[in-house]
T-cell receptor, first 110, second 114 residues
C-alpha cells in the first residue's frame, strides 16, 4: 500500500512565476491538507480539501489556491511567487483524525 | 487562538538512555486531539503517537509514551531506550476536531549520541 506521494521532490522558480504541486493520498483517505514549512519552523496549515471542496483555510493569501480531484488527489497552486514562498510544502491525507504526511516538495524561489 | 509551545529547542541523549520532551498548549475546547510527529533529515513527517483529550489513560507506542495532564494543558513525550535512529526533529501538534487542521509547535531537535 503506497503512502502519501508528492511531486515534484524539489523545484526552483523565479519570483513572479506560478507553480503547481501535486499530492496523491494514502489509499482509503478522502481528505487532503496542505502545509507550508519554512526552514527551522513547524508546518503552517494552508488549507484542506474534502469532497472536492475547500473545507478549511489557514492564514494564507489568495495567491495560494488548490483543487481536489474525484480520485481524492490534490494540487496546490501558488501564483506570483515571492521569495518568502521558499519552503517545504507538505501534503497530508486522512480519513478521520490521523493525518499521514508525504515526503514534501522543496520549493526555492530565486 | 490556540497555541502550541515547545520550550526546548534541542535535547541530547545517549543511546539506551531516556529523554523527555515537553509541550504545552492553550485552548478553550473541551475535546481535542494531541500528536507527536517525528521529522528526520529525510523530511518525512512520521506520526509517533496520538492522544484523545477525553481519554485519561496515557498513550504508549513501544518505546514512546506520553504524560498527558489535561488540567495543566501539558503533553510530554518520553523516549525510552533511545536509539540512533531516533535522531530527528520532534513536533507536538494539536487538533480541535477530528477532521481539522493540525497546529504545530516550533519543534525540538533530538540528537542521540553513541
Amino acid at each position: 500500500d503506497a503512502g502519501v506521494t508528492q511531486s515534484p521532490t524539489h523545484l526552483i522558480k523565479t519570483r513572479g512565476q506560478q507553480v503547481t504541486l501535486r499530492c496523491s493520498p494514502k489509499s482509503g483517505h478522502d481528505t487532503v491538507s496542505w502545509y507550508q514549512q519554512a526552514l527551522g519552523q513547524g508546518p503552517q496549515f494552508i488549507f484542506q480539501y474534502y469532497e472536492e471542496e475547500e473545507r478549511q483555510r489557514g492564514n494564507f493569501p489568495d495567491r495560494f489556491s488548490g483543487h481536489q480531484f474525484p480520485n481524492y488527489s490534490s494540487e496546490l497552486n501558488v501564483n506570483a511567487l515571492w521569495l518568502g514562498d521558499s519552503a517545504l510544502y507538505l501534503c497530508a491525507s486522512s480519513r478521520r483524525d490521523e493525518q499521514y504526511f508525504g515526503p514534501g516538495t522543496r520549493l526555492t524561489v530565486t | 487562538a490556540q497555541t502550541v509551545t515547545q520550550s526546548q529547542p534541542e535535547m541530547s541523549v545517549q543511546e539506551a538512555e531516556t529523554v523527555t520532551l515537553s509541550c504545552t498548549y492553550d485552548t478553550s475546547e473541551s475535546n481535542y486531539y494531541l500528536f507527536w510527529y517525528k521529522q528526520p533529515p529525510s523530511r518525512q513527517m512520521i506520526l509517533v503517537i496520538r492522544q484523545e483529550a477525553y481519554k485519561q489513560q496515557n498513550a504508549t507506542e513501544n518505546r514512546f509514551s506520553v504524560n498527558f495532564q489535561k488540567a495543566a494543558k501539558s503533553f510530554s513525550l518520553k523516549i525510552s531506550d533511545s536509539q540512533l535512529g531516533d535522531t530527528a526533529m520532534y513536533f507536538c501538534a494539536f487538533m480541535t476536531d477530528s477532521w481539522g487542521k493540525l497546529q504545530f509547535g516550533a519543534g525540538t531537535q533530538v540528537v542521540v549520541t553513541p
